[in-house]
């Protein structure tokens, strides 16, 4: 299935741009891609993922057609 990703602040790039489209399995979860976009597992618990809009779990199932903006958890004082 076809979902439409969008990567933003530090993280990296999988394929060296900000957006691209992305075909992964029925149901995947965000967590699922994060692993297939090759983020090493380590860092994958810092990652935030907005899924149309509304932030969301890891465990959240993708479906055909969304749009997942994906950032790196920021913290201050």
């Known amino acids: 299935m076809k979902i ?7 993280l990296i790039r999988p394929f060296g741009a900000d957006e691209f489209d992305y075909d992964c399995p029925p149901a995947a979860t965000v967590r ?3 692993g297939a976009l090759k983020y090493e597992p380590r860092h ?3 990652i935030m993922a907005c899924v149309n809009g509304e932030l969301r779990h890891q465990d959240h199932a993708l479906k055909a057609g969304d749009s ?3 950032s790196v958890t920021v913290g201050g004082g």
């Open 4 to 10: 439409k990703v969008k990567v933003m602040g530090t």
């Open 32 to 34: 699922q891609l994060l």
């Open 44 to 46: 994958i618990p810092h």
């Open 68 to 70: 997942v903006v994906l």
